[in-house]
């Protein structure tokens, strides 16, 4: 039986997480959306054509170790505003959210566009401030040269061009359960998801 869990929420607020834990709990397969843009993103700076780079992803393209870097993560954003990208990734992300056996997917436009009838939608948010904390531990931890500075601007870069552009802006759906985990631990925040995923079954 299809089961799909939509997670939406801007960079770093602990959509991934949540997705990964969700997922083991309930046993579902779980599809960082985010990972497909960053491909994308990687691939037109190594000079590809954008819309090209997204039509002819592969999977290995998704298991590149530099996908995390602050220009990837430009370069993720800047791709997603072109429409013709985000039509080149649309069915595999449809067709991963309706798989027997139950999905999760984090992302944007997750219960807005790829995912509208999915049965929980989850909108994930957290304090600027402590997202950007977050973000430079975790990228620190995995030996990335950056500053908190530099970590914090490139999120506000992101979320401002996410929100603002025209085609599928980051937005919650209007029936997403919202989940603000400035003040959570990652084991409350993910405690929270999976009582709410249970009320839904
Ligand atoms: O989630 P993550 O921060 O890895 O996503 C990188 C970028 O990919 C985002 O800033 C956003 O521009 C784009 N993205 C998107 N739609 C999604 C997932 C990611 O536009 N569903």
């Known amino acids: 039986m299809a089961f799909t869990i939509a997670i939406d929420g801007p960079a770093a607020a602990g959509k991934g997480t ?48 530099d996908l995390r870097t602050p220009d990837v993560s430009q370069a993720a954003s800047r791709v997603a505003a072109i429409p013709e990208v985000r039509q080149a990734l649309l069915d595999f992300q449809r067709a991963f959210a309706r798989r027997a056996g139950g999905a999760v997917l984090d992302g944007r436009d997750i219960g807005t566009v790829i995912c509208p009838e999915a049965e929980v939608k989850l909108y994930v948010t957290a304090a600027d401030a402590e997202r950007a904390r977050r973000r430079h531990v975790e990228l620190t931890g995995k030996g990335h040269d950056v500053t908190l500075e530099e970590v914090a601007q490139d999120l506000r870069d992101r979320d401002a061009r996410d929100s603002a552009r025209a085609t599928a802006p980051l937005k919650p759906a209007e029936d997403a359960v919202l989940l603000d985990t400035s003040e959570m631990t990652i084991e409350e925040a993910t405690a929270r998801a999976i009582a709410i995923v249970t009320a839904a079954q």
């Open 18 to 65: 949540i997705g990964r834990a969700l997922a083991a709990h309930f046993g579902f397969a779980h599809l960082d959306t985010g990972l497909l843009y960053r491909a994308t993103g990687r691939r037109m700076l190594t000079g590809l054509d954008p819309v090209e780079a997204a039509q002819s992803l592969r999977a290995e393209d998704l298991d590149a170790d």
